[in-house]
């Protein structure tokens, strides 16, 4: 008997993708942290407010009341039905509760659908810069990322007219996040319809993202879900991460079509069926209670990005977009780049991390190579305090 012995140990889809950037600053963050190190973090993507009171309690009584058993993988129908209701009244949708999914987490609802619709060689037009995830995602399904270039002039914003030239025979997706993380550009409603369309015609999927649609500070939020007609090319993006201050809960949706949700609703059943079930009552409060808390986080937030703004502008040379929603700054740092020995993004935010104390993730995460990407759900003292080492630090590079 010939005994075969495996050439490889893991499979190629693994090989296809990095672990996250930002989850690799943190954890280099974090070790310093350990060491006693005072760090002003900058990294993270996430409010620094804790979850609201009452969307904590809706889980403590579920956990009471022994709500800890399994339930129906998309998500049990109260919850399905506070997702649809929350997005009709604020949008004008129209889904109904087999066109909904409840996720552990908005990046596990955008894996499964990138998974359910994209197979090897298909092409998703991605605009740069991108979240990190969106890449590597399409990767390891075996897609074809094409990157859509936007320009820093006119604050990365992303048009219709950018999309249709990037579109082939051969496009399965487009994904759009809007308001976008790292650089908070926001799509015009005249875009976003237009996308809509083109996409619809050509019957051509397309992916919003919409994690920080409530945090849009040009205008009214807007999402493409509004425009039903157009539902059967359509995968609404959604999570509670950002909006409820839940990062941790691990809470997320997506709204589609029937077929595509029946389709995720079975790779879920076949991976980690329903997200937790008191996150799911904690979610229902957070849908279906006053929406206060949605709009005093927002206004802290644009308080907080032209706080940080203000101070970014107090270091030399660096120039920064104003984002119009989500809770980055995106400063291009070019200006410093090829002095002290840093060449990259990367090794000024390594550099920045052990020589100043401070925690930003480089650009080349996000697919551009002059940006640093700070996270400014932070105190007031941490931003003064965060740019004034980041002003010495890069004041001193020659
Ligand atoms: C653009 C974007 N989409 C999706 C997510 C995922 O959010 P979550 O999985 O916490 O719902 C994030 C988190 O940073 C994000 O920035």
Redesign the pocket.
Known sequence: MTVTTPTKVFADRIGRIEVSA?MAVAAEAAKLRAQGVNLVDFGA??PHFPTPRHIKDAAIAAIDANFTRYTVVPGIPDVRKAIVERHATDFGSDYGLNEAIF????????FNTIQVLVDHGDEVILPVPY????KDIIQYAGGKVVFLETSEAESFRITADAIEKAITPRTKAIIL?SP???AGSVVSAEDLERIVHLAHERGIYLLL?E??VYLNYAGKPVSGGSYTWAKEHIVV??????TYA??GW???FALASKSVVANLSKLQSQSTSNATSFVQKAAIAALTSSQECVSEFRAEFIDLRDYMLARLAEIPNITCTKPEG?FYVYPNISAYLGKGGIKTATEMATRLLHEAHVVAVPGEAFGTREHIRISYPVTKQNIDEGTRRMKEFLTKLV
Request: with cysteine; aromatic share 8%.
């Open positions: 930002t993507g996430e996720t552990t987490g908005g990046k596990l609802a955008l979240w990190v995830s969106f996040n976008s993380n790292p993202d994690c920080y993006l959604g999570s509670l991460s950002k839940m990062t691990r809470a997320g989500a």
